[in-house]
């Protein structure tokens, strides 16, 4: 390694992926790009804990069925979620038998599952990983928030968890066409002492930056190096800190480049979400899907995600503790 | 990679290790080797879960005093412990500026930071990496079962969570004298059907048992091999289950080599502890003390630790899900 950069060498293939999201969701900008829009929020099922894990099992269906593998093909798989104790990737895992391995960087989750499969696949320990990742908007809101009967006020700061979930699977045989993990970068927490657990994107944009503003410079690249550079999720209101936070520390203008997944996901002003989505499944559902999509097309070259998370329990902000928070970066390319 | 076993190359060295644990632990039969015992339980805190961040950073802080390094020279810290959303982890290792990955795994974190701090050095991403794990008698009985203050009565089947950290410096270059890391290999989960929050054991046993069995079978090797099999934490109950389940499913007898380390910990009758510790503490601590105490003086040569967990939360049991268990082992050495 040369500082904090994890140099794929193998540059490991993303082969198959999948994406599954909600009814709101679906009517997205998006809706069109995601495999599957599942319109009942429950799921058909008795609880919305059980619902998230049953996008995380059909996410990996679908992986399973796309790319013609059986479960036991499968090495390993890496996955986390919002939930306590990550029972939504458990539960929704539990029955294909594949070594599983917890992994929780809140709303990050969806790019640290990715860079930990990668890892695996590229030192040759694995040869086949699938990272997966999902939220759901009635299990988060009822466990950091307030219960949805409440009917609670939201703060126009407040984002909006997506339902949906994500899942990749990376391979080490080299195919052409297929999406390639390049590099990554893990991050450091960064708590400038936002407490307020409906202003998230406060709370992250300082690690977004601090990713950003070190990946660059370590590999030596300005912003025009990238035909993107996409964070998940900032939303409005830390997507414009952001700017400021990378403009006045490190002089570096991303604005040409950069998008936003929660963001991406809604029409934030038509959609009531406020300052725009959030929740693992958002980046991880965007990623799966328009972002490899448009990678293997050959319409996106170079693209660095940069997964922001907050890391509070529901407990620790009455307990006095601000948010840390973290931003996980990976290099994805068309391997072109 | 051959079947499930992960195979660490250039077998990265453990150059330091620590444990810090409560009053308790502290009169168990293992009172004297660890590093430290923090008489009060809330480390003068005014939380539980800011006394549990509070071991953690000790044990981190030991660490690098001990090694006689900076928190810069670290390239990685993989972390996790039971509290919901891992903030044990992140708030005491917020203050050290070091890349956070997070690991979730109930009590099987100890093992899955230890395997995947090993693999990052392995591969030669990072030079030196830390993993380092939690738990907290108060915070875990506060979340998953009763308020302190309600005085529940706990069933025979129950363990005792252990107030305690562990942490370890895994390093790519080889020091003599050191512990190595040899392989690993990653738990499936299997859940047959117990639903009782209050017998942990029963529920992790059976992974215990592929685990330990698919890594005797596919390394070729019998429990003779090795020094001991230790696992963490089964207590006196799930123990008896494994030895049952490996004799009757494998006909693998591993009663002479085998520890468990919620049996080692406490003086289980005296210490009204019922079935034995628990917690990711319990087998993380002992592993940091004991075990590689004597790895480093050629006391053990060969050690199997399968640490096992419990995928459930406060909520799923009472939405009607069984516990789902898992196994991750590490084969660690005296390097001689």
């Known amino acids: 390694m040369s500082g904090r950069i994890i140099d794929f060498k ?11 999201v909600g009814k709101k969701e679906g009517e997205g ?17 008795d609880t919305w804990e059980k619902a998230e894990s049953h996008l995380q099992k059909v996410a990996l269906g679908l992986i399973l069925d796309k790319s013609g593998r059986k479960a036991e093909d499968i090495d390993g798989i890496f996955a986390g979620d919002l939930i306590n104790q990550c029972t939504g990737s458990a539960f929704g895992i539990r029955d294909l038998g594949i070594p599983y391995i917890g992994i929780y960087g809140a709303c990050s989750t969806s790019v640290l599952t990715l860079i930990s499969a990668a890892e695996f696949v590229d030192s040759g320990k694995m040869k086949l990983a699938i990272s997966s990742t999902s939220s759901h908007f009635c299990s988060a809101e009822k466990q950091f928030r307030f219960p949805l009967e409440y009917g609670g006020q939201r ?3 407040a984002q909006w968890t997506v339902t949906g979930a994500g899942a ?9 066409a297929c999406p390639k993990i390049e590099k990554a970068i893990f991050g450091k927490m960064i708590d400038l002492g936002v407490t307020d657990a409906n202003n998230m994107g406060a709370a992250m944009a300082p690690a977004a930056a601090d990713t950003i503003a070190s990946f660059l410079k370590e590999t ?24 400021q936070l990378l403009e006045k520390e490190y002089s570096i203008d991303i604005k040409e480049k950069h998008n936003d997944t929660g963001l991406m996901m809604y029409y934030v002003d038509k959609q009531d979400v406020h300052s725009g989505g959030s929740g693992c499944g958002c980046c991880g559902s965007i990623m799966c ?23 509070l329990s529901a407990v620790s902000p009455f307990q006095g503790e601000s948010i840390p928070g973290i931003a996980h970066g990976i290099l994805l390319t068309d391997g072109r």
Chains 1, 2 share one sequence.
């Open 10 to 20: 193998t540059k490991p293939s993303v082969i198959c992926w999948s994406s599954v």
């Open 29 to 45: 900008p998006l809706g069109k790009v995601f495999d599957m829009i599942i319109e009942d929020d429950r799921c058909g099922l």
């Open 155 to 157: 703060p126009p700061s």
């Open 168 to 176: 990749a699977l990376i391979s080490s045989k080299d195919e052409k």
């Open 220 to 243: 030596q690249t300005t912003p025009e190096h990238y035909d993107l550079i996409l964070t998940g999720d900032l939303g409005k209101i830390g997507s414009q800190l952001l700017y």
């Open 289 to 311: 899907s328009k972002i490899m999509n448009e990678l293997s097309e050959g319409k996106l070259h170079k693209v660095l995600v940069v997964a922001t998370g907050a890391l």
